[in-house]
């Protein structure tokens, strides 16, 4: 296969953000806000990937939404409205700020797509196959949330060669009895923060685990992933795996891990959200009596049950 792609095609120009899931683990909050809008502290998940994506120059941003979410869209676009009422009510730093996390259409463009059944995150992707501009295209799951600079997708565009790789996922090493919660790379090698890999298992149980490289919730993957998606069988959970679809294009479009430097925060998770409530918290020097507080108390818990 040809691997050498032009410099515009290889391009990272399009995010894809699967945002469509319905978010059980967290209900009853997540009956009326959607789990994308809940914040650690005060920033809503969304907003993190959205900075994400605009600090890496993602030129367009497609959304893979559900019909009851309709809050989503709200949140991503500007409220004229609201930020007009803030300002007349002398409120003229809220509405910058709100300004400044709504996405400016003049710089970044916007495409909501419905997946109506949670038929995947496969299917989630394939959904967005008709409103991404050509090239290689990035997949941010905003519930992974992961903390750094620069930020984990920056670092995986500036690492991406097609010529290598075209597929290339986040990666993290997991505890052994941690792999059949993720998919898992079949590593052959490193180099540097790459790590080469000749496929990928789906939620292996332990004892069948290739390694212990965990991929997490970014991607950069071949334009071509779109092709491997439509009519790929269903997989684990009887859902249209991403998974399965990269590790079927491994031969032709060569596959690797990505070694990121940030921290990430399993937010689809109440324990994962709350740890990083927390180490959020605790960069804001307003905040750091509280967390004291509440590190004392874990201490004195632990200590008693001792």
Same mark, same amino acid.
């Given at each position: %296969?040809? /691997? !050498?792609?032009?410099?515009?095609?290889?391009?990272?120009? +399009?995010?894809?953000?699967?945002?469509?899931?319905?978010?059980?683990?967290?209900?009853?909050?997540?009956?009326?806000?959607?789990?994308?809008? *809940?914040?650690?502290?005060?920033?809503?998940?969304?907003?993190?990937?959205?900075?994400?994506? /605009?600090?890496? @120059?993602?030129?367009? %941003?497609?959304?893979?939404?559900?019909?009851?979410?309709?809050?989503?869209?709200?949140?991503? &676009?500007?409220?004229?409205?609201?930020?007009?009422?803030?300002?007349?009510?002398?409120?003229?730093?809220?509405?910058? %700020?709100?300004?400044? !996390?709504?996405?400016?259409?003049?710089?970044?463009?916007?495409?909501?797509? #419905?997946?109506?059944?949670?038929?995947?995150? @496969?299917?989630?992707?394939?959904?967005?196959?008709?409103?991404?501009?050509?090239?290689?295209?990035?997949?941010?799951? =905003?519930?992974?949330?992961?903390?750094?600079? =620069? $930020?984990?997708?920056?670092? #995986?565009?500036?690492?991406?060669? =097609?010529?290598?790789?075209?597929?290339?996922?986040?990666?993290?090493?997991?505890?052994?009895?941690?792999?059949?919660?993720?998919?898992?790379?079949?590593? +052959?090698? &490193?180099?540097?923060?790459?790590?080469?890999?000749?496929?990928?298992?789906?939620?292996?149980?332990?004892?069948?685990?290739?390694?212990?490289?965990?991929?997490?919730? /970014?991607?950069? *993957?071949? @334009?071509?992933?779109?092709?491997?998606?439509? $009519?790929?069988?269903?997989?684990?959970?009887?859902?249209?795996?991403? +998974?399965?679809?990269?590790?079927?294009?491994?031969? $032709?479009?060569?596959?690797?891990?990505? &070694?990121?430097?940030?921290? /990430?925060?399993?937010? @689809?998770?109440?324990?994962?959200?709350?740890?990083?409530?927390?180490?959020?918290?605790?960069?804001?020097?307003?905040?750091?009596?509280?967390? $004291?507080?509440?590190?004392?108390?874990?201490?004195?818990?632990?200590?008693?049950?001792?």
């Amino acid at each position: %296969m040809d /691997r !050498n792609p032009s410099a515009q095609t290889a391009r990272v120009r +399009t995010a894809i953000f699967p945002v469509a899931g319905l978010g059980t683990r967290f209900l009853p909050a997540t009956k009326a806000t959607p789990k994308e809008l *809940l914040p650690v502290l005060d920033t809503p998940l969304i907003q993190f990937a959205i900075d994400e994506a /605009r600090a890496a @120059g993602i030129e367009r %941003m497609v959304f893979v939404s559900h019909p009851s979410k309709s809050a989503i869209e709200r949140y991503v &676009r500007a409220d004229e409205e609201l930020e007009a009422t803030l300002r007349e009510r002398g409120k003229a730093r809220l509405a910058d %700020m709100l300004s400044d !996390n709504a996405l400016d259409e003049s710089e970044t463009q916007i495409r909501f797509v #419905m997946q109506d059944e949670p038929l995947g995150l @496969g299917h989630a992707v394939l959904c967005a196959k008709d409103h991404v501009l050509p090239g290689p295209v990035a997949v941010i799951l =905003p519930d992974d949330l992961i903390l750094g600079e =620069p $930020g984990c997708l920056s670092e #995986m565009i500036d690492a991406y060669d =097609p010529q290598k790789a075209g597929h290339m996922v986040a990666t993290m090493q997991v505890d052994e009895e941690a792999v059949s919660s993720y998919g898992v790379l079949d590593a +052959t090698g &490193r180099d540097g923060a790459l790590i080469l890999a000749k496929g990928m298992v789906e939620k292996p149980a332990p004892e069948d685990a290739p390694s212990r490289q965990a991929v997490v919730g /970014r991607y950069v *993957l071949s @334009g071509k992933i779109f092709d491997d998606l439509e $009519g790929l069988p269903p997989g684990a959970g009887g859902e249209i795996q991403l +998974t399965d679809a990269i590790a079927k294009a491994v031969d $032709g479009e060569g596959l690797c891990g990505f &070694r990121f430097t940030g921290t /990430r925060y399993d937010c @689809g998770s109440k324990a994962g959200m709350l740890s990083a409530t927390l180490a959020v918290a605790s960069e804001d020097t307003e905040y750091h009596s509280v967390v $004291g507080r509440t590190v004392e108390a874990a201490d004195v818990a632990v200590t008693a049950a001792e």
